[in-house]
Each structure stands twice: as structure tokens, then as C-alpha cells.
């Protein structure tokens, strides 16, 4: 692989981290807001002349509440860029795709085939980082409905794929002078991973990334 200049590594890290405070604060006003209100309704409409109303209403806010602090101890878990290496790269994965727009028309698909191979902490956060890239520009280039990751171990590489529905019929279909996808080959090429772009028949997107072992 080579030396990773110490300055593309703290590049990586800190865009990580800008990420993983997109996703919390999206989480937090998405879902965490909407357990503390209704927490917030339940008490508000407390009648005290029925005193079993009382006590199913104070036990669903206590539930609520409750439920609402271990979410947020949780996604402060992933605030730092340091959880892909700490959880493993399938695991970062998983909570990744878990903050995709909720109003997609399909949940995004984890797939992982063999045995998980040892890679070098600098590989496995710039590979989880050109993952990350990969996702955010189906996402803003397309209103893409069905989006999957499959990883594959094979004995001399890593090899995922990033599957997207093509719905912009040909107008933001990815090619090598984008200045996206460029970016993402050349973060690339500081692991030795290779980048590979394919459309299918059925009106699929498929990038790939290569990384030999």
C-alpha cells in the first residue's frame, strides 16, 4: 500500500467526523425529536381525576425518555472517526446506510460474502470514507429508490460494490470526468484500490472498488 501521507489521513478522519455529525443531527431531529414529543404529549394531557390514565401515561413517558437517552449515548459512539476501526468496517457500514432518507422507497441492502479479511487501520477508515462518498453521490445525483453494498472477500482482495437504481435516464449517469467520482479515484489510488464504473440493462449503477490484499 505504501506510505498514507499523515495529512490525507487527518483529511479523512475530519470528514468522517463532519459526516457523523450530519447523520446525528439528522437523527436527532428526525427521530429522538419525535420520542421526546410525544413524552412531552403524554404529559401535558394528564388528567388527574383518573388516576389509571396517570399511571399508564407517566409509565409511556418514562419509556420514552428513557428510550431517547440511550439512542443519543449511542450515536455518540460514531461521532468520532475512530468507530470504523473500533466496530469493524461491516458494522460502520450497517449504522451508515441506517441514515439514509427514511423516504426511500425501498431499505438499503448490507450484503457480505466470505470470511472478513485483517486490513490496516488506514485502509479499512479511507475505504469506509470512499464508501461514504460513493453513497452521498447516488444520493445527490439521483433520486435513486433501491441502493445496496455488497462486500465480497475473495483470497487476494476486497471487493464491494455499490449498486444504485438508475433513475435520471442517462442524464447523471457517472463517467470519469466528474469531478465526484475523480475525487473518489483518487482517494483510491492512495489505498491501490481500484475503481470501476458499470451500468446494467435493468437501469442499474454499479460502482467498484477493488483493494488488493
Known amino acids: 500500500m505504501g506510505i498514507i501521507h ?3 489521513m487527518i483529511k479523512t478522519k475530519l470528514e468522517i467526523h463532519e459526516q457523523a455529525q450530519k447523520n446525528i443531527i439528522q437523527e436527532i431531529h428526525d427521530n429522538i425529536g419525535q420520542i421526546l414529543s410525544l413524552a412531552k404529549l403524554h404529559l401535558a394531557t394528564l388528567d ?7 399511571a399508564q401515561k407517566t409509565f409511556n413517558s418514562n419509556q420514552l425518555l428513557s428510550k431517547a437517552i440511550k439512542d443519543l449515548r449511542n450515536l455518540t459512539k460514531y461521532l468520532d472517526a475512530e468507530h470504523v476501526n473500533r466496530i469493524g468496517l461491516t458494522r ?8 439514509l432518507p427514511k423516504e426511500r422507497k425501498e431499505e438499503p441492502v ?11 487501520q488506514e485502509e479499512e477508515l479511507i475505504l469506509f470514507r470512499i464508501i461514504q462518498e460513493v453513497i452521498a453521490w447516488f444520493i445527490k445525483k439521483s433520486n435513486t429508490s433501491r441502493l445496496s453494498v455488497i462486500m465480497q472477500y475473495q483470497p487476494a ?3 464491494i460494490s ?3 437504481a438508475d433513475t435520471t435516464d ?4 457517472p463517467d470519469d470526468k466528474d469531478p465526484g467520482i475523480n475525487q473518489i479515484r483518487e482517494r483510491s489510488l492512495i489505498i491501490g484500490a481500484g475503481l470501476q464504473i458499470d451500468h446494467t440493462n435493468n437501469h442499474e449503477t454499479i460502482i467498484s472498488i477493488d483493494l488488493p490484499l
Not at 48 to 54: D, I, L, S, Y
Not at 110 to 120: F, H, W
Open 157 to 159: 482482495s476486497v471487493l
Open 170 to 173: 442517462g442524464k447523471e449517469k
Open 162 to 164: 455499490i449498486r444504485a
Open 48 to 54: 388527574f381525576t383518573k388516576p389509571e390514565e396517570v
Open 92 to 99: 460502520s457500514l450497517e449504522y451508515e446506510l441506517g441514515f
Open 110 to 120: 448490507l450484503m457480505v460474502d466470505g470470511g472478513p479479511k485483517t486490513l490496516r
Open 6 to 8: 499523515e495529512h490525507e
